[in-house]
Structures are given as structure tokens and as C-alpha cells.
């Protein structure tokens, strides 16, 4: 049965008209009966919404196979992340280097200016083009709306989410001691414990922070997807989630 067909059908059972369904899924009426004459399809977010409204799982409106659309969805959410997550993380790893010019060029402030200036826009730039990317990214959606998954398929994606817990745990330290081995001798230069013994270093330790965030922004961001996914439910049932959606709603309806 083709997504028109279905939606045709699950708007029947419910007893909606094209522009009662319209109106709860903010759009019009010719759109929904673009969707149910299969002249047009709905993107991802009015997806979820149609999926809640009918209490079916996206699985359910967009393919036969269970399993194979699941798995489709997962994986969009988290490429879409992986993305976001790579500019944010070279973004704030290029902000943190943009001191080490400063650090070497010190005593020539016409150098160090010029190369701050360079290194901290292209800086700023990754952060801009990963807003730009996630405006885009149905990532976000995890956070505004339900998902429904098969009842099998969840556990399989818990247990997933269990191992690349315990995978990325090392990981995830790693970057800790790198940022910690990074940092450290600034705090000790600070203290004058080592007299400026490492004050030479200082360039190559900025580098080390720079790697360290970069590697703990990208794992933290990637376990977060699976998180959100896995625990979608227990997210979509806390009282701030309900109470901002409330908000929305009423926005949206003024």
C-alpha cells in the first residue's frame, strides 16, 4: 500500500477532513490532498507529526519493511549529526587555536593580529556553516517529536547504544587527558611551580586542547543522537518538553 493510500485511509478511520488534518499539521489543504493523490510527499517533520497524530510508526507510512525504514531513519538522523557536529567541532578547535599566534608572535602585534583575525573567522565560519547545516537537519525534530519504533527494533538499537557507550568511553577519556595534558602546564606556569620551563611549550599545547575538543565534541555529539533516539519517549515526556510544546502550540495558533 503506497504512503498515499495509507494516509488516505488512517485520515478516514480518525474521521478528519483534509482541512482538519491541515490545520493540526500546519499546512493546507491542497497539500493534503497532494499527499493522498500522490502528486507530492510530506517531508520528515510532518512525517513524525502525521505518525503522532495516527499513532503509527513512520516504519508503518513509508515502507512495507519494518526493519529496512528504521534503519534508513536512524541513519539519516545520524549522518545529519555527524555533519553538524564535524563543523562545531573544527569551528571551536580553530578558536582555541587562533591563540597560539599570540603566543609565538607576541613581541610583533601587526603578526599575530593579522593571523588571529585570519584563523578565528575561518573559526567562526564553521560554527556559522553548522547552523546553517542544522537549520536544515531533521536531527533537531528528535527533540520536538515523538518517534514511534517497533517494539523489536528498539531493543536491537538500545543494545547498539549500550555498545557504543562502552566503545566511545575510551575514547571520550582520551580527549579528557589530551584537553587535561594540554592545559595543565599553563596552570602550573601560573602557579610558578616549573619557572617557565614550559613556557617553549605553550604553542604545542594549545594544539593539544584544540585536538581534545574536537575528538570529545564529535563523540558526544554522536552518543547523543543515539541517546535521543533510544530514550526519544522519556524525552518527549518530561514536563519542559510537554510545557514548550504547549507554548508552540498556543504561538502557532495565535
Request: charged share 25%; net charge positive; proline share 3%.
Amino acid at each position: 500500500m503506497a504512503f498515499s493510500e495509507k494516509l488516505y485511509k488512517l485520515r478516514k478511520e480518525k474521521g478528519l477532513s483534509q482541512e482538519a488534518l491541515a490545520e493540526k499539521l500546519n499546512t493546507s489543504r491542497q497539500a493534503i490532498s497532494k499527499w493522498e493523490n500522490g502528486q507530492g510527499f510530506p517531508e520528515t517533520e510532518k512525517l513524525l507529526m502525521i505518525g503522532n497524530i495516527f499513532e503509527v510508526s513512520i516504519d508503518y507510512l513509508l515502507k512495507d519493511t519494518v526493519e529496512q525504514s528504521h534503519e534508513n531513519e536512524q541513519g539519516y538522523y545520524v549522518r545529519g549529526v555527524f555533519v553538524t557536529s564535524k563543523y562545531i567541532a573544527l569551528g571551536m578547535s580553530l578558536l582555541i587555536l587562533a591563540t597560539v599566534p599570540y603566543i609565538i608572535f607576541k613581541h610583533d602585534p601587526a603578526i599575530y593580529t593579522f593571523l588571529i583575525i585570519i584563523i578565528a573567522v575561518l573559526g567562526i565560519g564553521a560554527l556559522m556553516a553548522a547552523a546553517v547545516i542544522d537549520e536544515g537537519n531533521k536531527y533537531k525534530i528528535l527533540r520536538k517529536e515523538t518517534l514511534l519504533f517497533d517494539q523489536n527494533y528498539h531493543k536491537e538499537l538500545t543494545a547498539r547504544y549500550e555498545n557504543m557507550k562502552k566503545r566511545y568511553a575510551p575514547v571520550m577519556i582520551l580527549s579528557f587527558c589530551i584537553i587535561a595534558a594540554g592545559g595543565l602546564p599553563f596552570i602550573l606556569e601560573e602557579k610558578e611551580i616549573t619557572s617557565g620551563f614550559l613556557v617553549p611549550y605553550y604553542p604545542y599545547c594549545v594544539a593539544l586542547m584544540a585536538v581534545g575538543a574536537y575528538i570529545f565534541i564529535r563523540t558526544v555529539a554522536i552518543l547523543d543522537t543515539y541517546k535521543l533516539l533510544v530514550k526519544n519517549e522519556e524525552h518527549t515526556n518530561r514536563l519542559s518538553y510537554k510545557i514548550r510544546k504547549k507554548v508552540k502550540e498556543k504561538l502557532d495558533n495565535f
